[in-house]
């Protein structure tokens, strides 16, 4: 070859070293070329395409930041140059400087507007950056250019998916298949937004397209898993991250995942395993800290608890996104944290302003329509409670429109709370936006959610604006951190006028009490032995029938000592699982405790489950997560209820309770006086008898199981805040009559 001819005679000569350097670049010799180049700069240093090329050869050979030096000098030799900037962008971007990127990609733009790999490039760094809006108007601009490009429908169909636009986004990517049928990972991300749309059959056959297409695709088989779990197949979903793990053992997102589905197993060491090897491989993986600490406390799991909870504690106030809210509740009594932690969730999962129009004021209609929306229409706590409350509302005032927003079996509470609606519907597998529009044509003036942030909550639907006001009830026991919840109901006990800067809602504070007892379960009549249930004949009974994962150290500290100052005492647990048994069990003993003082009660029929606190003696209440339908069923069946009431929603709920029994006494102003009331009840035989006389006097006499009255002071509730809204008033606290 001529060059290499004139090489053998001028080792130095420019044109020679940079042609040869080029033509490697084309065949991909990316060390050849960087060489090559490299020899050529140091005879003429001032050639600006030279550097650029030098510049793409170690981009190649993922010597980013010498690439970005190449390009530099580039952009100094001839800053007009658009080629330069372009390059300069794509090496910042590999650098993960993306807001450095996106200027140069500016620049570059300015100087050529048609550039369109810069407009797509610029795209995907504004997709980074969190702003999807201007991602899809750079590959709008960059498809009119070229709408041929696969890869840019693709792109376009990524920031569809961030900005919600579902449907949209489908079609994006199916138009990327049509133009390149064997376009894998535009399969798997088109199954992901059907996963979103709740076409979870779909989903899964996108994500099997993408295997077959690409068999080692780590993400597509971890995505598989997802669409598994949510059509409850988690066996099926195991096998798939397995896979997942297989082609990508460092895939944080598999382990983490992976976790999830175990923890729905109630394989609860597994799972702890599986969150630990995810935040080994990614310590920030996103909401994944809570979870993983959460589901060591349901095994009652305390190891490092303190060093734990600190780095969490700290993440958090950092404005990490380290938990999704619910386990917060259980761990902290910081209402503050909990806002904090749930605003910045929602801002990470849910779109920040609705797909669908805006909605349009209607007149005020005669009757109310009131919405609510609930994963928990079934046997379930939240289900117990708002079945009277649906029963007991006045239909010349309100219409109630049940929305199943999970799948549950069709069993007695589910068609209880079916026949209680006006209308009820299914809509499990709808999507978000979709139910938001059907609320809408079906004019529902207010929608209230029974969710927030538990299991299986959808939230998605709210911020689609599923009716003019919006209100968050029971389910949840803290604030959603949401903008477009314009309401959360509670009292004055469990959000105290001056905690109120902690919620993001407006309060709606029902007198005595927000939570609603009126449940015709049955109390078992059968009669029922300490024996029977592991007890002792003799000696004084503490219970606490709280999930396990509200068991915490600094309580069960109390506990031990409480057990020890009454002779002959026993702690009634609640069992969920053996090794949560074991590891109290352990606590216990290495606290001076007799690891047999701790009784673990099975589950029972609810009926029988009510009666069997006749063999208790006093329920002593965990914090900050204290008992909620466990103290309404203590309370139902006569047993006095200690509690100590913290800061937050969650730690004060006993205390709305024991406070609408008229029953103060037995409410703990500090956790040294906790202790001190749990020793001298327990040597206070006709105290705890007075107790219970008057909780028997009371069921009867107070509002708390007063479903009628409860509906009366919501619907008047209902009605303020209607009005407000027809007035153009912004939303504001009250107390309801």
């Known amino acids: 070859m001529i060059y290499e001819s004139i090489l053998a005679s001028d080792p130095a000569s420019f044109d020679a070293l940079n042609l040869l350097g080029a033509l490697a670049l084309q065949t991909g010799a990316f060390l050849e070329a960087e060489t090559l180049i490299g020899r050529a700069l140091i005879s003429i240093p001032t050639v600006t395409v030279a550097h650029i090329n030098r510049g793409r050869a170690l981009m190649a050979l993922q010597r980013s930041e010498e690439a970005l030096q190449a390009f530099d000098k580039a952009v100094a030799l001839e800053a007009n140059r658009p080629e330069a900037h372009f390059n300069r962008a794509n090496a910042l971007q590999l650098l993960k400087r993306p807001a450095e990127a996106l200027a140069s990609y500016d620049q570059a733009l ?42 840019l429908h693709y792109n376009r169909g990524n920031a569809l998916h961030a900005l919600h636009r579902l449907d949209d986004a489908v079609a994006s990517y199916d138009q990327a298949v049509a133009l390149k049928p064997d376009y894998a990972q535009a399969y798997n991300n088109r199954g992901s937004v059907l996963l979103d749309m709740r076409r979870m059959a779909e989903a899964l056959s996108s994500y099997d397209t993408a295997i077959a297409l690409d068999p080692t695709n780590a993400d597509a088989h971890n995505n598989r898993g997802n669409a598994l779990i949510a059509l409850k197949r988690q066996d099926d979903a195991l096998a798939s991250f397995a ?3 297989t082609f990508n053992p460092v895939l944080a997102g598999a382990y983490a995942n992976q976790a999830n589905a175990l923890a729905e197993l109630k394989r609860l060491d597994d799972a702890v395993a599986s969150y630990d090897k995810a935040l080994a491989i990614d310590p920030h993986h996103p909401f994944l800290a809570g979870p993983a600490l959460h589901t060591r406390m349901k095994l009652c799991d305390w190891t490092e608890f303190d060093a734990r909870l600190a780095t969490l504690t700290t993440s958090i106030r950092a404005g990490r996104n380290v938990s999704v809210p619910f386990p917060l509740l259980a761990l902290i009594d910081e209402p503050e944290l909990h806002r904090l932690a749930a605003e910045s969730y929602v801002a990470a999962k849910l779109p920040s302003q609705p797909s669908l129009e805006p909605l349009k004021k209607r007149p005020r209609p005669a009757r109310l329509r009131i919405g609510y929306f609930s994963a928990d229409f079934r046997n379930h706590a939240v289900a ?26 069709e069993d007695e ?8 609606c006006t209308r009820f519907f299914e809509v499990s597998e709808t999507s978000d936006r979709n139910i938001a529009s059907y609320a809408r044509e079906l004019e529902i003036d207010i929608a209230v959610d029974l969710n927030g942030h538990t299991q299986h909550g959808r939230l998605g639907i709210f911020a689609e604006r599923c009716a003019p006001v919006q209100v968050n009830f029971l389910g949840y026991p803290g604030t959603t951190g949401a903008p477009f919840v314009d309401y959360l109901i509670a009292d004055e006990t469990v959000i105290p006028f001056s905690h109120e800067e902690n919620y993001t809602e407006k309060i709606i504070r029902i007198p005595s009490t927000f939570l609603i007892n009126g449940s015709q379960t049955k109390i078992s009549e059968r009669a029922l032995t300490r024996r029977e249930f592991g007890l002792p004949d003799t000696g004084f009974v503490f219970c606490c029938f709280n999930n396990s994962y509200k068991v915490l150290p600094a309580f069960f500290e109390i506990w031990m000592r409480l057990l020890k100052a009454v002779p002959g005492s026993t702690l009634w647990l609640r069992h969920e699982d053996e090794a949560a048994t074991v590891n109290l069990r352990k606590a216990a003993v290495a606290r001076g405790v007799e690891g047999d003082r701790l009784v673990f009660a099975r589950p029972v029929p609810l009926d029988e489950h009510l009666a069997r606190h006749t063999l208790a003696d006093l329920f002593i209440d965990s914090s900050p997560y204290n008992a909620h339908s466990t103290a309404s069923d203590a309370l139902r069946a006569h047993l006095p209820v200690l509690t100590c009431p913290g800061k ?7 205390a709305s309770l024991l406070t609408a029994l008229d029953l103060p006494e037995l ?25 219970r006389r008057k909780l028997s006097d009371h069921r009867h006499s107070r509002s708390l199981f007063d479903a009628k009255l409860f509906a009366r002071r919501i619907e008047a509730a209902y009605e303020s805040i209607h009005n407000r809204y027809q007035a153009g008033l912004p939303p504001a606290s009250l107390t309801s009559g």
Do not use: C, W
């Open 648 to 654: 937050s929603f969650a730690s004060r709920v006993a």
């Open 667 to 691: 409410i703990a102003p500090s956790t040294e006086a906790y202790e001190s009331m749990a020793i001298e009840l327990a040597n206070d035989a006709p105290r705890l008898a007075e107790f």
């Open 110 to 151: 300015a100087l050529k507007p048609d550039h369109g790999l810069a407009l797509n490039n610029r795209g995907t760094v504004l997709l980074i950056l969190a702003r999807p809006a201007e991602a899809l108007a750079s590959y709008d601009a960059a498809l009119a250019l070229d709408p041929k490009q696969a890869e």
């Open 384 to 409: 117990n409670f708002v079945a009277p409350l649906f029963e007991a509302h006045d239909r010349d005032k309100v219409e109630v429109y049940g929305f199943a927003i999970a799948s549950g079996p």
């Open 413 to 420: 509470m589910r068609r209880r709370i079916s026949a209680a």
């Open 243 to 245: 896979r997942a793990l």
